[in-house]
């Protein structure tokens, strides 16, 4: 069992009937052994006990499972103010866009703040401990919570824009405030913008995240250049007269831009042919799914099992309270579980804790228990009946239903 020194001050033993580190099989009557907030070691309870220091002290938490806290790699947590402003099923993604902006124009300029704060709540209420998290330049503030990891990028908008500067909120320096640049979609900014936003990721290793291929208005627009989109750019005067549609898929033409590799993540990923599956898996784009954002607007049904089966490192997300009910993670598997049968339910409980770490950077630290790993950990309460084989999916409804706690390292 490989095994890390203890740090100084108290060392927990954490022992549950199974243990679950996601990157290693299920361990049945196993532990993990925290110290200094970090993982030390973890397998058999019979092992990490004789292995720990004399002085350790065991949490025994009974028939429950052990797993790693879940990764939520896209959220808008500035708009949590809007949850039940809208009704969901939308009938599409325009009327959703303009129920957006009115709801928006009629909250105060204290709305992104407060939207992060109660956003902050309900994500680690959920069991949350990392999110990528997108604002329009009202919520680039330090979390008010302890317990929640925030990575923050900073949405660019404008189509008829040529600079990161310009497309960045009034008065933003983005270095000044720790955030990552992230184009919104390919509607919403020009191609210069997209280039830019990724040179200035590739630089410093970081990732780079787009709406994608989320409805098909957006497939309508970079092929015949009318539509929702191109009304709606009107609307805003933001749209370009002197731009031509390119004819491509939005995989096509962030391709052309030179956009697409390992740190590329492609949001939502609804309107997909099977060659820009096929392009994405080459270029080893990550891909990250709404499902239940996409069915509240109308916009169709991603195809994960074709994303999976290209070889693509998939997550779960939720998006925002804007277009999803809540901002559980467990509720998206459990939406996963119940309408793609043929997706192994080891695959969903992946796609929200390794999956997302591995695209958000952070891998090794989030997403797995293991040495090294941080110790923020869920115990999630299971009945007597589940085997290994079941273990994934009954973790997934239990977790659902709400049957967890956070383990360690507890948020306050
Ligand atoms: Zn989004």
Redesign the pocket.
């Known amino acids: 069992m490989k095994r890390l020194t203890e740090a100084s001050g108290p060392v927990e033993i954490h022992r549950a009937r199974w243990l679950v580190p996601v990157c290693a099989p299920s361990i049945e009557n196993g532990a993990v052994l925290v110290s200094g907030g970090r993982v030390i070691a973890a397998g058999p309870f019979q092992t990490v006990k004789k292995e720990s220091s004399p002085g350790a002290r065991t949490f025994d938490h009974g028939q429950a499972a052990l797993m790693p806290c879940l990764v939520n790699c896209?959220t808008?947590l500035e708009l949590s103010g809007l949850k039940g402003k809208i009704s969901f099923p939308q009938p599409g993604f325009g009327p959703w866009v303009k129920r957006l902006f009115e709801l928006r124009a009629a909250l105060g300029p204290e709305f992104a703040t407060e939207g992060l704060r109660l956003g902050e709540e309900e994500i680690l209420r959920s069991g949350t401990g990392l999110c990528g998290d997108?604002t329009n330049g009202g919520a680039v503030a330090p979390l008010c919570l302890t317990g929640l990891e925030r990575l923050v990028f900073v949405e660019l908008l404008g189509f008829n824009l040529n600079s990161l500067e310009e497309a960045l909120p009034p008065g933003m320096k983005i270095e000044e405030v720790g955030a990552i640049p992230a184009p919104h979609s390919v509607y919403s900014v020009s191609s210069s913008i997209i280039s830019r936003g990724k040179d200035w990721t590739r630089s410093r290793g970081m990732p780079f995240t787009m709406?994608v291929a989320e409805h098909f208005e957006e497939i309508e627009f970079l092929n015949t250049g009318k539509g929702f989109c191109r009304e709606l750019l009107e609307g805003l005067g933001r749209f370009d007269p002197s731009w031509k549609p390119p004819g491509k898929t939005p995989v096509e033409y962030l391709d052309g831009l030179g956009v697409l590799d390992a740190n590329t993540l492609l949001?939502?990923a609804v309107h997909m042919s099977d060659s820009d599956w096929r392009l994405a898996a080459a270029r080893n784009c990550r891909a990250v799914f709404?499902p239940r954002?996409n069915r509240n607007l109308g916009v169709g049904r991603p195809g994960i099992e074709k994303a999976l089966s290209a070889g693509l490192n998939c997550s779960l997300a939720t998006?925002?309270l804007a277009?999803n009910e809540d901002l559980g993670l467990f509720g998206e598997a459990g939406h996963v579980l119940d309408n793609y049968p043929s997706i192994d339910p080891r695959e969903i409980l992946e796609m929200i804790t390794v999956n997302p770490a591995r695209s958000l950077g952070r891998a090794g630290e989030f997403g797995c228990i293991e040495p090294g790993a941080g110790a923020k950990m869920l115990a999630v309460g299971l009945g007597r009946g589940v085997s290994r084989s079941s273990l994934p999916g009954a973790l997934i409804e239990a977790g659902r239903e709400g049957a967890w706690k956070w383990v360690s390292n507890l948020p306050t």
């Open positions: 896209h808008h997108i709406h949001v939502h709404c954002s998006d925002s277009s």
